[in-house]
């Protein structure tokens, strides 16, 4: 029987394991669906599955580099809690995931989720753990850079904060400065014109009323609004910051006074953009009390 990609989808909204999974226990039934959740619960991978609708912000993030310097890659795995970040089970399947993508040059989760190691999918792998220590992980997202005209270079704060960086005529210190600078201050964009036009002209709409507020004559906002957008773009650009080891340099003058520069640089941050859910206990147990 033809095992149809709606097919996998439905197991998956059932069981909540991973596609590769899914598509391994129809093949084996034949596409029987009940069948295939009953193996799937024996097996494990169901029980793992009902964790995986659980919030997964917590985590680390991974780096690693070619030897040559040519290629980087990022990579977040994410579980629930500080401890499991911790667990020596948990960050051996990190080390496996980063290597892997390392090696498979893949920006895409699903096709990384499918490599090997030692006879066993990713994605099995991370069944297997989720099993293991009873808590969701998840691989989120991967990123790979190349330069093959310059190198790239990556800084790890802690396990919280990862950033890679590709530049021209850069050495590895300058490279690793650059790296750390972009963990701390968080530039959006590498320079002024990456800046979107509709991100900087809603900015200039905000900053004219906020001015119109001041009672100034029209000349005096209009050199106001300028200066500020002056600063703003900046406060978002790596070329604009003031560097961090050294305030009085921006980024492009010690690019400059380097005879280097920046290619393009990437940033993660464990949970970034993921809603966790806060528990009140207090109203919890309030709601027992009264029989809600």
Partial sequence: MSITASMV???????????????????????NLEVAIENMRKSGAAK????????????IIKVAASEDRKTAVLVEV?????????????????DHVVEAALANKTNDVE????????????????????????????????????????A?????HGKNIGVVVSASGA??????????HVAAANPEYLSEEQVPAAQLEKEKEILIAQAQDSGKP????????????RKYLAEITLKGQAFVKDPDVTIEKLLKAKNADVVEFIRF????????KVDNFVEEVMAQARGN
């Fill in 9 to 31: 989808k439905e197991l998956r909204e059932i069981t909540g394991a991973g596609m590769m999974e899914c598509k391994k226990a129809l093949v084996e039934t034949d596409g």
């Fill in 48 to 59: 793992a599955a009902k964790k995986s609708g659980r919030v997964a912000a917590d985590g």
């Fill in 78 to 94: 994410n579980c629930e809690t500080d401890f499991v970040a911790k667990d020596e089970s948990f960050l051996s399947f990190t």
């Fill in 111 to 150: 096709s990384l989720m499918a490599v090997e190691v030692n006879g066993k999918t990713l994605e099995l792998l991370r069944t297997e753990l989720v099993a293991k220590i009873g808590e969701n992980v998840q691989v989120r997202r991967v990123q790979v850079i190349e330069n093959t005209d310059g």
């Fill in 152 to 156: 790239v270079g990556f800084y790890s």
């Fill in 171 to 180: 050495d590895d210190e300058l490279i690793k400065d650059l790296a750390m």
């Fill in 218 to 229: 029209a000349e005096i906002i209009e050199k106001m609004v300028g200066g500020r957008i």
């Fill in 269 to 276: 941050e464990v949970g970034e953009g993921i809603e966790k």
